[in-house]
């Protein structure tokens, strides 16, 4: 009996993973109690990524292959994104909002992000010019935000929710204006400290926002520290 419960609760365990976070996934599991709604003040970094011209690229494929293909996306964000520790909150269409530095305990979330985002980007050119190839960009920003269950009483969801994370949105867009692929706020920099080779834009006006916002794009990792890795 005591093999097949815990039997059942692998298989629980792993068909909420395909929904979930599996460390969220994990914690549900090994809770005596349902999750309530609510949530924790924390300082997180959040990633916001977009697919360029979508609607144009979508008009040009049929359904099941778009649908393929944004799932093979999808695969290998998700890889670069959870390689660094960080957790997928939700998929928005082609887009995808990530957190950085909850559930999963990291000394410094802010790097480990932009990390994950310059890996998903070389991995994207690598495949340039292929069928299906997408070209993406990244908004990062770290501030607080109230991260845990937020939803109605028979829905929830676990996600992030606070200015840090529209400014995360609005940096993602203004890369199309500015021509770049990864944009990080200055506190996302800051806090990342040394190794990343950035391009300071100074403070950019982004839409919806009457305050405007230290931008720095980023460009890659220091020669030293990728040799070290």
Not at 37 to 64: C, H, N, Q, Y
Not at 114 to 130: C, N, P, V
């Amino acid at each position: 009996r005591t093999f097949v419960i815990d039997r059942e609760r692998r298989r629980m365990a792993l068909a909420l993973s395909r929904y979930l976070d599996v460390h969220l996934a994990q914690q549900l599991m090994e809770s005596d109690s349902a999750p309530e709604l609510g949530g924790e003040t924390r300082e997180v970094t959040i990633w916001f990524s977009d697919i360029a011209g979508f609607s144009t690229v979508a008009e040009k494929m049929e359904p099941r292959e778009l649908v393929r293909e944004l799932n093979a996306h999808f695969t290998m964000l998700g890889a670069a994104i959870e390689a660094e520790g960080g957790i997928i909150a939700q998929y928005v269409g082609d887009a995808v909002v990530a957190i950085f530095g909850a559930l999963v305990p990291l000394p410094n979330h802010a790097a480990a992000a932009m990390r994950a985002a310059l890996a998903a980007q070389d991995k994207l050119r690598a495949e340039t010019g292929k069928v299906g190839a997408f070209q993406i960009r990244i908004g990062l920003n770290t501030g607080s935000c109230v991260v845990g269950n937020v939803g109605s009483v028979s829905r929830i969801n676990y996600t992030a929710i606070g200015d840090s994370v529209n400014v995360a949105a609005r940096l993602e867009a203004a890369n199309k204006e500015l021509g770049t692929a990864i944009l990080a706020s200055e506190s996302t920099v800051l806090a990342a400290g040394k190794g990343f080779l950035t391009r300071s834009l100074g403070a950019i006006h982004v839409k919806g926002r009457s305050e405007r916002v230290a931008a720095h794009e980023v460009i890659g990792v220091e020669k030293s520290v990728a040799s070290a890795t």
